[in-house]
């Protein structure tokens, strides 16, 4: 009997499902980073100076955000039972309808207008701050833990990336002289208005199947007490606030430069560009190092310049160039949200399945209420730094971003308390991040991980192949440990030019399992890791029933220098058939028999009966182990593509040797006619006397022993090049 409930979906998500919705929230991720750009506390902040608003104003506009949290104290028993997606649907549309009062302001003036620009963005930040605690929920049912940092830092880059766009249209419309400056701030929202709508009906289209839960009895101030007492979520808590202190804290650099430095409205918007390309490059250049190294190690990297650059803020001069300040807004920027992501990344790995929307109204909750302090401090300390930066080396709103500081270096000391999982150790982690060439590595093997491109894979492959970062090593190794990997031959194969000898464990059990996908290629491999081990298994190789493994064990034990099987291996390749095998003993032998004695028989019935094209490699290989030139692969293509254009190259490099030189009218016309035999006897006449160097004796007397019946195309051209090769050496010695 069969359980009827059995293929019933639950609350999470199925693969192609969470796929669709990753795409769909990478998506209202763009809608939302253009919308909230046009929104936002820059705009709003702008507005507020514009109409006279004082600095504790402004500080709670930059905090105001995070305030709103408060209203998650009710938004669990509000809409228990209801799906998250729809929840986050419908705040994201009433955020952006509250927006279009914004209007009214052309028609106001003073404490009146700074009343109704707070009154609205506070009910925009409610409604925000609703969808939110879904938005964050939704996120954590399309991820797993193994794709819980690319979507993370993906749904940054995309959310940033179109901040970067909606700040540079915020930019050229308040630039343009046809339209004053209030008129510019309100066209902003109303633009605002149409991407949140947009990003609205994208998350709309989300699946999910997670509702609302609240659980009688168990309010936030329960949740939040529950986590408290567990050190680890506490610690990551006490990040995370830290975290969004730091960003309430950096908003106050906008009415820094609008009103200590005098920067006008529109240039404000460059500066804003460049604090998103930062929190772009970031997001985008980070996600490697986070996926591998883990959120320990980059919170610990990113906190400490972040505490530098946070004091730069604190005793920065107001008479700098706007540039001066966009770099160094860019910056700090870069770190911040790293540090933030990083937090992001932690605050997830305690977030529960059962209670996700509970758990994150509690932590934004608090947040809020952080917020109100924060936002009333930050207006305190830009008065208070306005009175003593005259007499101390701070600016007008120094003491604002010195707690900033002072938070950077707590989340620094913080982090030695964290424990992170399969995240890498704080020493081990600085040998890798700091060299360049692990980092490259690491954005190599995240673009594989993205790329579907075969032509762009084996590019990539070929590169950490090849890579001599710290770190290539332990990647390769992940992917060799995959059975079927597409790229693990590949790589196999790399082990034998880019030497690993950590991994030479892996290359023993590859070539030694008779099951093994990519065996001869370990095989191969060996040759470049000589020792007692290699030779061990690759000597037991040698009586194994397959002969392309005794061909192939046969060639790597010659690379690693062993010759006490040259006469059994000489025997195997008499007996061969198969090209390739044969080209393995060749190799083998090379490396086993200096006097190259096994050249006697290269010209033998047996090796020239197999055919033209088995010639013609073979002979190759030869030249190129003694590095002839011009090398003799060369003639034989000259020659496949026109009858006789091989002979021609191979008469004009000759024509330093006397025999080629006074014979090349009769070999053109031997040629012409196929008289190959005739050809085999001229190059016979002219060695019958020779005298050699001792590394060509052998190759002099398989030529000599040639049975010139057996003569055809390739192996009269090879017996004209190495009859050349011969005297030439003779002459040059």
Same mark, same amino acid.
Request: charged share 20%.
């Given at each position: 009997?069969?359980?009827?409930?059995?293929?019933?979906?639950?609350?999470?998500?199925?693969?192609?499902?969470?796929?669709?919705?990753?795409?769909?929230?990478?998506?209202?991720?763009?809608?939302?980073?253009?919308?909230?750009?046009?929104?936002?506390?820059?705009?709003?902040?702008?507005?507020?100076?514009?109409?006279?608003?004082?600095?504790?104003?402004?500080?709670?506009?930059?905090?105001?955000?995070?305030?709103?949290?408060?209203?998650?104290?009710?938004?669990?028993?509000?809409?228990?039972?209801?799906?998250?997606?729809?929840?986050?649907?419908?705040?994201?549309?009433?955020?952006?309808?509250?927006?279009?009062?914004?209007?009214?302001?052309?028609?106001?003036?003073?404490?009146?207008?700074? +009343?109704?620009?707070?009154?609205?963005?506070?009910?925009?930040?409610?409604?925000?701050? #609703?969808?939110?605690?879904?938005?964050?929920?939704?996120?954590?049912?399309?991820?797993?833990?193994?794709?819980?940092?690319?979507?993370?830092?993906?749904? #940054?880059?995309?959310?940033?990336?179109?901040?970067?766009?909606?700040?540079?249209?915020?930019?050229?419309?308040?630039?343009?002289?046809?339209?004053?400056?209030?008129?510019?701030?309100?066209?902003?929202?109303?633009?605002?208005?149409?991407?949140?709508?947009?990003?609205?009906?994208?998350?709309?289209?989300?699946?999910?199947?997670?509702?609302?839960?609240?659980?009688?009895?168990? &309010?936030?101030?329960?949740?939040?007490?529950?986590?408290?007492?567990?050190?680890?979520?506490?610690?990551?808590?006490?990040?995370?606030?830290?975290?969004?202190?730091?960003?309430?804290?950096?908003?106050?650099?906008?009415?820094?430069?609008?009103?200590?430095?005098?920067?006008?409205?529109?240039?404000?918007?460059?500066?804003?560009?460049?604090?998103? =390309?930062?929190?772009?490059?970031?997001?985008?250049?980070?996600?490697?190092?986070?996926?591998?190294?883990?959120?320990?190690?980059?919170?610990?990297?990113?906190?400490?310049?972040?505490?530098?650059?946070?004091?730069?803020?604190?005793?920065?001069?107001?008479?700098?160039?706007?540039?001066?300040?966009?770099?160094?807004?860019?910056?700090?920027?870069?770190?911040?949200?790293?540090? &933030?992501?990083?937090?992001?990344?932690?605050?997830?790995?305690?977030?529960?399945?059962?209670?996700?929307?509970?758990? &994150?109204?509690?932590?934004?909750?608090?947040?809020?209420?952080?917020?109100?302090?924060?936002?009333?401090?930050?207006?305190?300390?830009?008065?208070?730094?306005?009175?003593?930066?005259?007499?101390?080396?701070?600016?007008?709103?120094?003491?604002?971003?010195?707690?900033? #500081?002072?938070?950077?270096?707590?989340?620094?000391?913080?982090?030695?308390?964290?424990?992170?999982?399969?995240?890498?150790? =704080?020493?081990?982690?600085?040998?890798?991040?700091?060299?360049?060439?692990?980092?490259?590595?690491?954005?190599?093997?995240?673009?594989?991980?993205?790329?579907?491109?075969?032509?762009?894979?084996?590019?990539?492959?070929?590169?950490?192949?090849?890579?001599?970062?710290?770190?290539?090593?332990?990647?390769?190794?992940?992917?060799?440990?995959?059975?079927?990997?597409?790229?693990?031959?590949? =790589?196999?194969?790399?082990?034998?030019?880019?030497?690993?000898?950590?991994?030479?464990?892996?290359?023993?059990?590859?070539?030694?399992?008779?099951?093994?996908?990519?065996?001869?290629?370990?095989?191969?491999?060996?040759?470049?890791?000589?020792?007692?081990?290699?030779?061990?298994?690759?000597?037991?190789? =040698?009586? &194994?029933?397959?002969?392309?493994?005794?061909?192939?064990?046969?060639?790597?034990?010659?690379?690693?220098?062993?010759?006490?099987?040259?006469?059994?291996?000489?025997?195997?390749?008499?007996?061969?058939?198969?090209?390739?095998?044969?080209?393995?003993?060749?190799?083998?032998?090379?490396?086993?028999?200096?006097?190259?004695?096994?050249?006697?028989?290269?010209?033998?019935?047996?090796?020239?009966?197999?055919?033209?094209?088995?010639?013609?490699?073979?002979?190759?290989?030869?030249?190129?182990?003694?590095?002839?030139?011009?090398?003799?692969?060369?003639?034989?293509?000259?020659?496949?593509?026109?009858?006789?254009?091989?002979?021609?190259?191979?008469?004009?490099?000759?024509?330093?040797?006397?025999?080629?030189?006074?014979?090349?009218?009769?070999?053109?016309?031997?040629?012409?006619?196929?008289?190959?035999?005739?050809?085999?006897?001229?190059?016979?006449?002219?060695?019958?006397?020779?005298?050699?160097?001792?590394?060509?004796?052998?190759?002099?007397?398989?030529?000599?022993?040639?049975?010139?019946?057996?003569?055809?195309? +390739?192996?009269?051209?090879?017996?004209?090049?190495?009859?050349?090769?011969?005297?030439?050496?003779?002459?040059?010695?």
């Amino acid at each position: 009997m069969s359980d009827k409930t059995a293929g019933k979906r639950t609350k999470y998500l199925s693969r192609s499902e969470r796929r669709i919705g990753g795409r769909l929230f990478l998506r209202f991720s763009g809608f939302n980073g253009l919308g909230i750009s046009f929104l936002g506390d820059a705009t709003v902040t702008l507005l507020a100076i514009y109409f006279g608003a004082g600095n504790m104003e402004l500080g709670l506009i930059s905090a105001m955000l995070h305030i709103s949290g408060i209203a998650l104290l009710i938004v669990p028993r509000i809409f228990k039972g209801r799906n998250v997606v729809t929840v986050g649907f419908w705040a994201w549309m009433i955020r952006g309808l509250v927006c279009l009062p914004y209007s009214l302001l052309l028609f106001m003036q003073g404490k009146a207008a700074v +009343a109704l620009i707070m009154t609205l963005y506070a009910l925009f930040c409610l409604s925000r701050t #609703a969808g939110v605690a879904m938005v964050t929920t939704i996120q954590k049912r399309l991820m797993v833990s193994r794709t819980q940092s690319d979507l993370i830092f993906r749904t #940054a880059t995309s959310y940033q990336g179109n901040q970067i766009l909606s700040r540079f249209i915020s930019y050229i419309i308040l630039s343009l002289k046809q339209i004053t400056e209030l008129t510019g701030l309100i066209i902003l929202p109303v633009i605002g208005v149409i991407f949140n709508t947009a990003a609205a009906l994208t998350l709309k289209r989300i699946p999910n199947r997670t509702k609302v839960d609240y659980k009688p009895g168990e &309010n936030l101030l329960i949740i939040l007490h529950q986590f408290l007492r567990a050190p680890q979520s506490r610690r990551i808590l006490f990040l995370r606030w830290i975290s969004l202190a730091q960003l309430i804290m950096f908003g106050m650099a906008v009415p820094f430069l609008k009103r200590s430095v005098g920067i006008d409205t529109a240039r404000i918007f460059l500066f804003t560009i460049a604090i998103s =390309l930062g929190a772009f490059l970031s997001s985008l250049s980070l996600r490697p190092i986070a996926a591998r190294a883990g959120s320990r190690p980059l919170l610990f990297f990113t906190a400490i310049p972040g505490t530098l650059f946070f004091l730069f803020w604190t005793f920065i001069p107001n008479h700098y160039h706007l540039a001066v300040y966009a770099i160094v807004g860019f910056t700090t920027m870069y770190f911040l949200n790293a540090s &933030n992501l990083a937090v992001n990344r932690l605050l997830v790995s305690i977030t529960p399945d059962d209670g996700a929307v509970g758990f &994150n109204s509690m932590e934004t909750f608090v947040t809020s209420i952080l917020a109100i302090i924060l936002g009333f401090s930050a207006g305190y300390l830009a008065d208070i730094s306005h009175i003593l930066s005259s007499i101390l080396p701070i600016n007008d709103f120094g003491l604002v971003f010195l707690p900033a #500081a002072i938070g950077s270096f707590l989340q620094v000391l913080l982090t030695f308390k964290i424990k992170e999982p399969g995240s890498m150790g =704080l020493a081990e982690s600085a040998r890798i991040i700091t060299n360049i060439e692990n980092l490259r590595t690491w954005q190599t093997v995240a673009n594989l991980e993205t790329t579907a491109n075969p032509v762009k894979r084996k590019t990539l492959i070929q590169s950490m192949g090849h890579s001599r970062a710290p770190v290539a090593s332990s990647e390769i190794g992940k992917i060799l440990a995959e059975p079927l990997s597409h790229e693990k031959g590949e =790589l196999i194969e790399a082990l034998f030019h880019t030497r690993r000898p950590e991994l030479a464990d892996f290359l023993y059990g590859e070539a030694a399992d008779p099951a093994s996908f990519h065996r001869n290629k370990a095989i191969f491999a060996l040759g470049a890791y000589p020792g007692k081990e290699t030779e061990r298994i690759l000597e037991s190789l =040698l009586s &194994n029933d397959d002969p392309a493994v005794r061909a192939a064990a046969s060639k790597s034990l010659g690379r690693i220098g062993s010759r006490g099987h040259l006469k059994n291996i000489r025997n195997m390749w008499l007996q061969s058939k198969n090209l390739h095998e044969r080209l393995d003993y060749m190799i083998a032998m090379s490396h086993m028999d200096p006097e190259r004695l096994y050249l006697d028989d290269v010209f033998s019935p047996g090796i020239v009966a197999s055919g033209e094209k088995s010639e013609r490699t073979l002979f190759t290989l030869i030249s190129r182990q003694f590095g002839m030139s011009p090398p003799l692969g060369v003639i034989y293509r000259e020659e496949a593509t026109r009858y006789g254009r091989g002979l021609e190259l191979l008469l004009e490099e000759s024509r330093d040797t006397s025999f080629l030189l006074e014979q090349s009218h009769t070999l053109e016309d031997l040629w012409e006619q196929t008289v190959y035999e005739r050809i085999w006897e001229l190059c016979h006449s002219a060695l019958t006397d020779a005298d050699p160097p001792g590394e060509l004796v052998s190759i002099t007397r398989a030529l000599l022993q040639f049975p010139e019946e057996a003569a055809d195309s +390739a192996n009269a051209l090879a017996a004209l090049y190495f009859t050349y090769q011969i005297l030439t050496a003779e002459g040059e010695s």
